[in-house]
């Protein structure tokens, strides 16, 4: 069992029995479930849309190399400038690069989930950069020392009150203050770091091949004031943001909105196609955009896995995710987690050390249902199990298991040898780490040849 695997069961065994974590949980969740068919009002035809969408995301990936090189093309035109990063190592390195030109004291950084991925906050804090969260959820978890919980609400676990509590304590406020009251403190402390800072990035939700842009959707403005104050702003996006068209934006706009948050349209929806121009009044004097592999490209070559390029990060597969609600989101110890999470993390960092998280799924096809994209999560769930035995990463024992219950299950006479209970102590006592984590298994008493073959003799 790999470190991660053990820190995986040990983190998820405390948050199941959490009684309160699974209130707050259930509180949010339900509040989104509540407004999410109001938003799919929206469409004639929802789907029809989904496989829309499907079908665009499909010739983006199957032909990224081509609009990757348009985007570059495009974007540069205009001024702004390309850097391909293959590691996250990489990455690092171009924005401190950046960083140190511009003598950059302080950043402030609009909700990424790729940021996240690299660790960019602790790279600019250990190279003495300031790097502030801007997204109000975001910068409630950076005062709490804590990642994301959710892709979409990154403070989805934690109450109005537990809110109050932790700006009482880092920052001083009343512990009685509202939510209206606390978000004006973020706001006033906020607005002073944007005319501070030199350099303001963001991620981005689109990558628009045809005019060279990126897109941001967002509900709180932060992302536009990080890239609109400071002086250079910095784009870090994974490669598989790519749709092929600007006009592709009228789908997927909505149907980011709705499945993201229940909304018809998110609040702040912007094209950024480079630094300001001669004629324009406004925006950074420089931008760049990092265009991130960090293993997408192994992905990619994958012809089963490749379908989860596709993910547009609304967070619908978490929602509705019954592992997801019991463990919560830190549990999974990566940077995404729930059903996509666990899809794209074995192969974007090793399937060794995180094969586990595949089989953290009751594979009830929830997350497949809701995908907006129709990503076959739970297929590719099982898809990873397959490649984790093919490539060795199973247990010895785990196989002698499963071969012995093949040949069991094969053989009828073996089948119908003993009743269920004989059945029941003679498995849950041979296979003891099956039930470790899991209810022990629970034979009829009778097999269905058994049954079928008295109901034949009557």
Known sequence: MSEQSATFIAKSTIKAADLDHRRKINFNIGRYNAVVPKGKEQFTNIELAKKTAKNIKWQAIENLDHYLLAFETNFTQRGGKVIWAETAEQAIEEILAICKTKHCKTVVKSKSMVTEEIHL?????????????????????????????????????????????LFNQKLGTPPNYTPEELTQVARKILREKYTQAEIGITGANFIIGDIGAVAVTENEGNARLSCAFPKTHIVIVGIEKMIPSLTDLALFWPLLSTFGTGQTVTVYNTIIAGPRQANETDGPEEMYVILLDNGRTNILKNPVQRQSLYCIRCGACLNVCPVYKNIGGHAYGTTYSGPIGSVITPNLQGMQDFKHLSYASSLCGACTEVCPVKIS??????????ESVKEGFAPIAEKMAWKLWKLSSLNRRLMNMGNGDLKNKVVNGLFKGWSKNRSNLDFSKKTFNEMWKERKGK
């Open 121 to 165: 906050n602790r790279a600019l804090e250990e190279n003495g950069i300031e790097s502030v969260e801007t997204d109000l959820g975001e910068y409630i978890q950076q005062l709490d020392g804590e990642p994301p919980y959710h892709i979409v609400t990154p403070a989805m676990h934690k109450s109005k009150e537990d809110v109050a509590r």
């Open 377 to 386: 999560l739970h297929e590719l769930l099982l898809e990873n199990r397959h």
